[in-house]
Each structure stands twice: as structure tokens, then as C-alpha cells.
């Protein structure tokens, strides 16, 4: 099973991206998750941009999301939205397949007691206008990052460690139904 993961963030000392190189380690042998490049490089999106001339950046960044059996998104909130990177990278797929019933994950990590449940809750409503299957069992918002990854960004809480073992199995099921 291939699933892609894509970082909100493009901080080097991303708690999102920490997270999803988290989920990456541990996941199941026969769960493949990838991370994808950092979004710092995709261009802002306009519609007057014809499929034809979409940068190969964009056209490749989407295949691989279009390819893949599930997507896990982890988003940074920033001032109660989610990030401009991330929005854009969103917009891009909007008159695109990739993500029409795609499964797909979101998870949250903030430095705040929230956990970003307003960036979270904006993605559900995001991701539903375009036809994705947001997995909400598997989803997750992240409280207090700083209690929960080491200086070097290792994710050292068990509890989270524990709730990414679940939400994985809740991704594989929605999947296994999805192909059945
Ligand atoms: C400009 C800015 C705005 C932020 N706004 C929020 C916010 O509205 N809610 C929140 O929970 N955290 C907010 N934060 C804190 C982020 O949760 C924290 O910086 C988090 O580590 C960002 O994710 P990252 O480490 O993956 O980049 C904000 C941080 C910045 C830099």
C-alpha cells in the first residue's frame, strides 16, 4: 500500500514534517509512506494557467498524489487558517481527479493547546469541497509540539507514537474498503 504525506510546513525545524518522518519510520512494513518534497517551490497557482502549460513541478507533484492509495496532509496553523504553501498547493488539484475520493488524513501539530483544530477544521471543509474522503477516525490535532519531539525533532511521545499505530490501521481498513 502507498500512501504520499505532505508537510504544511516548509520550516526547516517543521514539527508537521517531523511528524510525517514519524509516521514514515514507523509504519508497517507493508504500508509505504513518502514524503514529498517541501512546497516551497510550487508556484502560485492561477486557473488562466492551461493544463497544458502546468510547470512539471506541479504536473509531478500531482501524479504522485493521483498514484498513491492515501494521503496524509500535516499542517501547521497559522493565525487560525491553514499555511498560504499549503492552500496553494491545494488549489492547484481543484480541477484535477487526484483527489476525488482520495483517503486522506490530517493531522495537525501545533506549539499551541489547540493543537490547530481551526487549520484542521478548515481542511476538512477544504478537502471536502473537492470529493476527498477525509478519514476523520484516523485524523489527528497535535497539542503542545514542544512536549512531544526531543531537541532533535524525534518524536518521543508514546501516546502520539500509539495514535499514529491506530490511525495507520484506520487509513489501511478505509482503503481495503475502498479497493474491495
Ligand atoms: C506566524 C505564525 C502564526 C501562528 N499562528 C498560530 C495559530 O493561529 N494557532 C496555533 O495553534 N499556532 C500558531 N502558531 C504556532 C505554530 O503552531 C507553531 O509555530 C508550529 O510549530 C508550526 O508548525 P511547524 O513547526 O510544522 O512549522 C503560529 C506560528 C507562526 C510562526
Known amino acids: 500500500m502507498d500512501i504520499v504525506a505532505l508537510s504544511g510546513s516548509v520550516s526547516n525545524k517543521s514539527y508537521n514534517t517531523a511528524l510525517l518522518?514519524?509516521?514514515s519510520q514507523l509504519s508497517p512494513d507493508h504500508i509505504n509512506v513518502t514524503v514529498l518534497e517541501s512546497?516551497?517551490?510550487i508556484p502560485t497557482f492561477s486557473p488562466d494557467i492551461e493544463d497544458q502549460l502546468m510547470p512539471e513541478l506541479v504536473a509531478s507533484f500531482i501524479d504522485k498524489i493521483r498514484r498513491a492509495?492515501?494521503?496524509?496532509i500535516c499542517a501547521p496553523e497559522y493565525a487560525h487558517g491553514i499555511s498560504g504553501v499549503l492552500k496553494n498547493a491545494l488549489d492547484w488539484m481543484v480541477s484535477s481527479d487526484a483527489l476525488v475520493l482520495k483517503p486522506v488524513v490530517i493531522m495537525t501539530v501545533s506549539t499551541?493547546?489547540?493543537g490547530g483544530v481551526r487549520a484542521f477544521s478548515s481542511?476538512?471543509?477544504i478537502l471536502s469541497a473537492m470529493n476527498s474522503h477525509v478519514v476523520i477516525d484516523?485524523?489527528?490535532?497535535i497539542p503542545y509540539a514542544k512536549l512531544k519531539f526531543d531537541d532533535s525533532l524525534n518524536l518521543v511521545d508514546e501516546i502520539t507514537i500509539k495514535a499514529i499505530d491506530v490511525s495507520l490501521l484506520s487509513l489501511e481498513r478505509t482503503i481495503d474498503q475502498r479497493n474491495a
Open 112 to 114: 499551541s493547546g489547540l
Open 138 to 141: 484516523a485524523s489527528l490535532c
Open 21 to 23: 518522518n514519524a509516521i
Open 69 to 72: 492509495d492515501g494521503l496524509i
Open 39 to 41: 512546497l516551497q517551490n
Open 123 to 125: 481542511l476538512v471543509q
